[in-house]
Every structure is written in structure tokens, then in C-alpha cells.
């Protein structure tokens, strides 16, 4: 289990939330310097930057072989979270990336190839959560790692008496990447999926503790900002301490809250901005603070929060472009040697272009100008190390302007046969209800100005488990109507004369040219069948207890707020298509269902209702 610290220390609390703030900000400035950099790149320069990163990787793909084995993570847990013991983990036997022959099998390939194969495996990739909790924890080490694997053995073998949350799952996958490139023939990466089941289950233990440990870990991230203020004695030793507690807990967060809407807030709030944009501009023009200037600098970065600080410096950059009347961007010198492979010298060097011309610009001694120039590679270097990556500059521009418009350059598909989620009282009972669907398949293509992205479901059902259940087919598919020619061959398989339950596609940049963007959906019949004691069987089993209301109401509150953004965000979408006048195809073919209604669904002489939706 985890230790939840009983005694608070100010100072090491400060220093650890001015540690993460401090790698958030490094991060941010760092993901902000590369978007200006390649911003300021040319379309040639750009397109020059890719093809060497794709022949890199791909010499990367073509020499490397990865194999992982029997990995083992696991938490256990007896009273920091829940008040019964668990254990939660994932277990994974192996995952491998060897290279293949054209057969697909795996062989150490010796002589030239214009592809370089790679053949993916995944085996029993598992999740558990054992409520019958019994800690393999030992201060033996080597006992422990036995105790690890054999879980590990266990998982491969789909032993049942494991408590699954993901049964474990098995694929493998096919990768083929085109050593020219973007050919008419065939796609620089091709990467074909394959699994076999993909399964989740949940009992009612299971669904008991995770409601239990969300609550303690919401009611310790409430209680965290106010852990200064908690006694560090029991509620029977001195209960006017933990009154004290709570009195100072509520009248701060009040406080608080009404001090930043006071004008005193304000004006520290205008000052402090002030300050941080004049200290941020100078060090966006390459000027170094005095020691007084860059004192003031780390104490506002220290008071501000990190949204305000990545606000100020938003503002800083607007205000030092207008200024400067030009935009911020590497000197042409360095963007040069970008194109011509200096920015690979950073590589053994440890810094970006930018910051190597910047510590060029502040470098006074003639070492350290030297030290910086040893870094630099020649050109006799620079063709070496693009020959082993067999990489020219000059074709790159010529195939990137000669390929058409409908050449693919990348390929992903991903082909799963059978998924399902299943929910139950508990693991040695049947399942209340169950979902399964078959057939799923999924394809991106990315084109040169475009991008194809499809979804295919064959079948999906709801099933009734319960053992008294008269018809268990809660939801089916409706048979296709449409009857198959008996011409057709008989060694055609049933996936290809089925026709899809559900299949969506979006593709940007269509190349028939007819819109800026296409939808298309289509979704054959259902039969839904209306049995109230299995929507009430459901309906309990997910029923918090009301200890937990406020978890749920918690948890409601996230989707709900994720919902309205995703609404803002298309609004905001929408808006910006109409006003740029963006043409979208939009192809709906949605079959209604057939809704069964008996009377009463435990009797087959009852009385049925059936209601055609269309």
C-alpha cells in the first residue's frame, strides 16, 4: 500500500509543487520553441526535414529488433484506499518486433531488400483486480520476482481462478516499410493489426472497490489543500483541535474565493503581469537579466500559477513580434544549416539550433567559440551519415513534387474478430448482461493532402444472462433483407457476403474534389427487445450505495463538462467552416429498429406489442 504522509512539512511541500511547475514551464518553452521553428522553415525546407526523419526511422526500423518479456505490474492496496484488501495489475508475456521474410516469418534478413519487414507479437496482455486479496509482498527478493512471474505463467495459461478485468488478450501484426519512400506502388509504412478477442468483465467486488478508492482518493485530493491546518491527534484526544480544523478549513476557502474578486487582488494581480511581460520580452530578445532582474523573475514564477504564467508569456511573445515589427524565427544562417544537416550536430551537442546561436550570440571567449564549432560536421560527414541512411536531398524535393494526388503514404489497418463486456454479481455467478460484437476493422490512409479514416462493425448484440431469462437476445442485428446470388462462388467466405451492421468513413480532401470534407454512415436494422427485469438486473448492479453518491455525482459532472467542450469545440468548428465557406458531403443511411414489447417477458403465451421505428 501507498504511505499517505500524517505529518505535514510546509517547505517540502513548496519545493515539490515548485519542481513540477518548473518542468511544466521547461516543457512548455521547449514545445513552444519547436512549433517557431518549424514554422519558420520553408515548404521545401519542411518537406527536406521530413524525408530525412522518415529515412532515419526507417533505417532505425530496418536494424532494430525488440523483444520484451513477462512484465508484471501490481499494486496492493489493504487500507490506504479501500477498506477491504485488493490488488490491481497488468501482466504482459511478450511483446516482440522481429524482422520477416516475405512469407511473414521471422528470419534474420542478410541481403538487399526494397522493404523491410517487421513482424509484430503480442501475447496474453492482461488485467486483474483480485478482491480476494493475498499479498505475494516479501522482503525476499528473489521469492518476490518467482511469486511476479508465476502470476505471469498463470496469465498466459487464461487461468481461471484469476479475478480478470481484461481477459488476457493475443495479436500480432504485420509492418512493412517502403525503403524508397513514397512510391506510385506502394506506401512508405504499412501496418496491418490483428487480434482475436479483446474482452472486459466486471463482478460486483470489483465494481465495490473502484468506487471505494475513488471516493478516499476524491476525498483526500479535497482534503489535500487544507492538510496544513489537520491536527496530528486523534478526534478523542482533542476534539476542539479537529473543530479548529474544520472551521479554518471552510472560512479559508471562502476567504479566498472572495479575495480575488477585491481591488487589492487586482492591482498585485496588473503588477505582476506588468513586471513578468518586461522581464519575459528581454529574454525573448536574447538579453541577460542582471542577477536583481532574474531574482524578481524566478519569485513571480514562484507566486504565479502555472495557467498565468503560460498566459503572460503568450502575451510577452505577441507583444515582442509587434515591437520588433518582425516575427521571432532562427537567423537564416541557422535555418541553412537545418536544410543542410547542421541541426544534426545538436544531437551530439545537447542543444537545439536556437540555443546553440544563442550561446554562439552570448559566447565572448575563443574556447568556448571553438567548443561550439567542434560540433559542427563537414560536409564529407554529413554525406557519409546520409548515405548510410540512404537519404538524398535532391530526390526528396523531386518525388515529393512529382507524386499524385492519390498516392498513399502511410497505411493503418487494425482487424479485431470478437470483443465483449460482461457484468456479474460476482465471479462465480453467470453474467447479468452482456455485449458482444464481431467483425470490427478500422483503416487510415494518409494521402498527400488528404486522410481517409474508416470503422467497420459486422454484429452487436446485447445478451440477457440471467438463467430465467425466456429469450436472452436483448439486441440483435435484423437480418439483411436482401438475398445473396446463388452465382456467387462457393469458396467466397461469409465476411465478405455479409454486409456490415455498422460503417462510418471520414476523409479529408476527397479526390473527386466534390467537397473540402465527406461523411459517410451507414447502419442496418436492429431487433430490441424490451425485458424490464433486465434493465432493472442492470440498473442495480450499477446503483452506488449512497456513500458514494457523491462520486458518481463527481464522476457525472466530468462527462458532462466534457460533453460541453466537445459541443464549444464543434460550434467553434462549425462556425469557422461556414465562415470559410468549407463544403462537407454528408451520406446518412440509418435503418430504424424493430422494438419487441411483451407484456410480460417471462411468459411465452404473453401479449406482444411490436412497434416498427421507420
Given at each position: 500500500?501507498?504511505?499517505?504522509?500524517?505529518?505535514?512539512?510546509?517547505?517540502?511541500?513548496?519545493?515539490?509543487?515548485?519542481?513540477?511547475?518548473?518542468?511544466?514551464?521547461?516543457?512548455?518553452?521547449?514545445?513552444?520553441?519547436?512549433?517557431?521553428?518549424?514554422?519558420?522553415?520553408?515548404?521545401?525546407?519542411?518537406?527536406?526535414?521530413?524525408?530525412?526523419?522518415?529515412?532515419?526511422?526507417?533505417?532505425?526500423?530496418?536494424?532494430?529488433?525488440?523483444?520484451?518479456?513477462?512484465?508484471?505490474?501490481?499494486?496492493?492496496?489493504?487500507?490506504?484506499?479501500?477498506?477491504?484488501?485488493?490488488?490491481?495489475?497488468?501482466?504482459?508475456?511478450?511483446?516482440?518486433?522481429?524482422?520477416?521474410?516475405?512469407?511473414?516469418?521471422?528470419?534474420?534478413?542478410?541481403?538487399?531488400?526494397?522493404?523491410?519487414?517487421?513482424?509484430?507479437?503480442?501475447k496474453s496482455l492482461s488485467a486483474y483486480w483480485d478482491?480476494?486479496?493475498?499479498?505475494?509482498?516479501?522482503?525476499?527478493?528473489?521469492?518476490?520476482?518467482?511469486?511476479?512471474?508465476?502470476?505471469?505463467?498463470?496469465?498466459?495459461?487464461?487461468?481461471?481462478?484469476?479475478?480478470?478485468?481484461?481477459?488476457?488478450?493475443?495479436?500480432?501484426?504485420?509492418?512493412?516499410?517502403?525503403?524508397?519512400?513514397?512510391?506510385?506502388?506502394?506506401?512508405?509504412?504499412?501496418?496491418?493489426?490483428?487480434?482475436?478477442?479483446?474482452?472486459?468483465?466486471?463482478?460486483?467486488?470489483?465494481?465495490?472497490?473502484?468506487?471505494?478508492?475513488?471516493?478516499?482518493?476524491?476525498?483526500?485530493?479535497?482534503?489535500?489543500?487544507?492538510?496544513?491546518?489537520?491536527?496530528?491527534?486523534?478526534?478523542?484526544?482533542?476534539?476542539?483541535?479537529?473543530?479548529?480544523?474544520?472551521?479554518?478549513?471552510?472560512?479559508?476557502?471562502?476567504?479566498?474565493?472572495?479575495?480575488?474578486?477585491?481591488?487589492?487582488?487586482?492591482?498585485?494581480?496588473?503588477?505582476?503581469?506588468?513586471?513578468?511581460?518586461?522581464?519575459?520580452?528581454?529574454?525573448?530578445?536574447?538579453?541577460?537579466?542582471?542577477?536583481?532582474?532574474q531574482k524578481q523573475l524566478d519569485s513571480l514564477e514562484?507566486?504565479?500559477?502555472?495557467?498565468?504564467?503560460?498566459?503572460?508569456?503568450?502575451?510577452?511573445?505577441?507583444?515582442?513580434?509587434?515591437?520588433?515589427?518582425?516575427?521571432?524565427?532562427?537567423?537564416?544562417?541557422?535555418?541553412?544549416?537545418?536544410?543542410?544537416?547542421?541541426?544534426?550536430?545538436?544531437?551530439?551537442?545537447?542543444?537545439?539550433?536556437?540555443?546553440?546561436?544563442?550561446?554562439?550570440?552570448?559566447?565572448?571567449?575563443?574556447?568556448?567559440?571553438?567548443?561550439?564549432?567542434?560540433?559542427?560536421?563537414?560536409?564529407?560527414?554529413?554525406?557519409?551519415?546520409?548515405?548510410?541512411?540512404?537519404?538524398?536531398?535532391?530526390?526528396?524535393?523531386?518525388?515529393?513534387?512529382?507524386?499524385?494526388?492519390?498516392?498513399?503514404?502511410?497505411?493503418?489497418?487494425?482487424?479485431?474478430?470478437?470483443?465483449?463486456?460482461?457484468?456479474?454479481?460476482?465471479?462465480?455467478?453467470?453474467?447479468?448482461?452482456?455485449?458482444?460484437?464481431?467483425?470490427?476493422?478500422?483503416?487510415?490512409?494518409?494521402?498527400?493532402?488528404?486522410?481517409?479514416?474508416?470503422?467497420?462493425?459486422?454484429?452487436?448484440?446485447?445478451?440477457?444472462?440471467?438463467?430465467?431469462?425466456?429469450?436472452?437476445?436483448?439486441?440483435?442485428?435484423?437480418?439483411?433483407?436482401?438475398?445473396?446470388?446463388?452465382?456467387?462462388?462457393?469458396?467466397?467466405?461469409?465476411?465478405?457476403?455479409?454486409?456490415?451492421?455498422?460503417?462510418?468513413?471520414?476523409?479529408?480532401?476527397?479526390?473527386?474534389?466534390?467537397?473540402?470534407?465527406?461523411?459517410?454512415?451507414?447502419?442496418?436494422?436492429?431487433?430490441?427487445?424490451?425485458?424490464?427485469?433486465?434493465?432493472?438486473?442492470?440498473?442495480?448492479?450499477?446503483?452506488?450505495?449512497?456513500?458514494?453518491?457523491?462520486?458518481?455525482?463527481?464522476?457525472?459532472?466530468?462527462?458532462?463538462?466534457?460533453?460541453?467542450?466537445?459541443?464549444?469545440?464543434?460550434?467553434?468548428?462549425?462556425?469557422?467552416?461556414?465562415?470559410?465557406?468549407?463544403?462537407?458531403?454528408?451520406?446518412?443511411?440509418?435503418?430504424?429498429?424493430?422494438?419487441?414489447?411483451?407484456?410480460?417477458a417471462t411468459n411465452w403465451n404473453s401479449p406482444v406489442?411490436?412497434?416498427?421505428?421507420?
Amino acid at each position: 500500500s501507498p504511505i499517505l504522509p500524517t505529518v505535514y512539512d510546509p517547505e517540502a511541500e513548496r519545493q515539490r509543487e515548485l519542481r513540477i511547475k518548473r518542468q511544466k514551464l521547461e516543457n512548455l518553452e521547449l514545445i513552444t520553441k519547436t512549433r517557431l521553428e518549424k514554422e519558420s522553415l520553408s515548404k521545401g525546407e519542411e518537406i527536406k526535414s521530413e524525408a530525412f526523419t522518415d529515412s532515419l526511422v526507417t533505417k532505425i526500423i530496418d536494424n532494430l529488433q525488440v523483444t520484451i518479456k513477462n512484465i508484471h505490474i501490481r499494486y496492493e492496496d489493504d487500507h490506504a484506499f479501500t477498506d477491504s484488501p485488493y490488488a490491481v495489475g497488468f501482466t504482459m508475456s511478450e511483446l516482440s518486433a522481429v524482422s520477416a521474410d516475405e512469407s511473414w516469418i521471422a528470419s534474420f534478413i542478410s541481403g538487399l531488400s526494397t522493404y523491410a519487414r517487421k513482424l509484430l507479437n503480442l501475447k496474453s496482455l492482461s488485467a486483474y483486480w483480485d478482491t480476494e486479496n493475498t499479498s505475494i509482498y516479501t522482503d525476499d527478493h528473489d521469492e518476490l520476482l518467482q511469486n511476479l512471474k508465476d502470476i505471469v505463467q498463470r496469465s498466459s495459461q487464461n487461468d481461471k481462478n484469476i479475478q480478470y478485468i481484461l481477459k488476457p488478450v493475443s495479436g500480432r501484426g504485420h509492418l512493412t516499410v517502403n525503403k524508397l519512400g513514397t512510391t506510385e506502388e506502394a506506401p512508405h509504412y504499412n501496418a496491418k493489426l490483428f487480434f482475436d478477442e479483446f474482452s472486459l468483465d466486471l463482478d460486483g467486488r470489483q465494481y465495490k472497490d473502484i468506487l471505494w478508492t475513488m471516493s478516499q482518493m476524491s476525498w483526500y485530493a479535497k482534503t489535500h489543500q487544507f492538510r496544513k491546518y489537520r491536527p496530528n491527534v486523534s478526534i478523542d484526544e482533542d476534539p476542539k483541535a479537529w473543530l479548529r480544523y474544520a472551521f479554518k478549513s471552510v472560512y479559508n476557502e471562502i476567504h479566498e474565493r472572495n479575495y480575488k474578486w477585491t481591488w487589492e487582488y487586482f492591482e498585485k494581480r496588473r503588477d505582476n503581469r506588468k513586471l513578468y511581460l518586461g522581464l519575459w520580452k528581454k529574454k525573448l530578445g536574447d538579453i541577460v537579466l542582471n542577477p536583481e532582474e532574474q531574482k524578481q523573475l524566478d519569485s513571480l514564477e514562484e507566486n504565479i500559477s502555472y495557467e498565468d504564467i503560460k498566459f503572460y508569456r503568450s502575451l510577452a511573445r505577441v507583444q515582442f513580434k509587434k515591437e520588433s515589427k518582425a516575427i521571432i524565427k532562427p537567423d537564416a544562417s541557422n535555418i541553412q544549416r537545418n536544410a543542410n544537416g547542421g541541426w544534426i550536430s545538436s544531437w551530439w551537442s545537447g542543444n537545439s539550433p536556437s540555443q546553440a546561436a544563442s550561446t554562439q550570440q552570448e559566447t565572448d571567449s575563443p574556447e568556448d567559440s571553438m567548443d561550439l564549432s567542434d560540433v559542427e560536421i563537414t560536409d564529407d560527414q554529413r554525406k557519409e551519415f546520409y548515405d548510410a541512411i540512404e537519404y538524398d536531398e535532391r530526390q526528396t524535393l523531386y518525388d515529393a513534387a512529382d507524386l499524385p494526388r492519390d498516392t498513399v503514404k502511410s497505411v493503418i489497418s487494425c482487424e479485431l474478430k470478437k470483443g465483449s463486456f460482461s457484468i456479474k454479481p460476482n465471479r462465480s455467478q453467470d453474467s447479468i448482461a452482456e455485449v458482444i460484437f464481431e467483425g470490427c476493422l478500422v483503416d487510415f490512409f494518409e494521402r498527400k493532402d488528404s486522410f481517409y479514416a474508416g470503422f467497420k462493425l459486422n454484429e452487436l448484440r446485447v445478451d440477457d444472462g440471467s438463467e430465467h431469462a425466456l429469450y436472452k437476445h436483448i439486441c440483435s442485428v435484423k437480418p439483411v433483407s436482401s438475398i445473396h446470388s446463388h452465382e456467387s462462388s462457393p469458396n467466397d467466405s461469409d465476411e465478405d457476403d455479409k454486409d456490415p451492421f455498422f460503417q462510418i468513413s471520414f476523409e479529408k480532401n476527397p479526390l473527386d474534389g466534390s467537397a473540402d470534407s465527406e461523411l459517410l454512415a451507414k447502419m442496418n436494422g436492429m431487433t430490441i427487445y424490451y425485458n424490464r427485469t433486465f434493465l432493472e438486473n442492470v440498473f442495480n448492479f450499477f446503483k452506488p450505495p449512497k456513500t458514494h453518491l457523491d462520486t458518481i455525482g463527481m464522476i457525472l459532472n466530468a462527462a458532462e463538462s466534457t460533453f460541453e467542450d466537445f459541443a464549444a469545440q464543434t460550434r467553434i468548428g462549425l462556425q469557422y467552416a461556414f465562415e470559410e465557406h468549407k463544403t462537407i458531403n454528408c451520406k446518412m443511411d440509418l435503418q430504424a429498429p424493430l422494438i419487441i414489447l411483451p407484456l410480460d417477458a417471462t411468459n411465452w403465451n404473453s401479449p406482444v406489442a411490436i412497434l416498427d421505428a421507420g
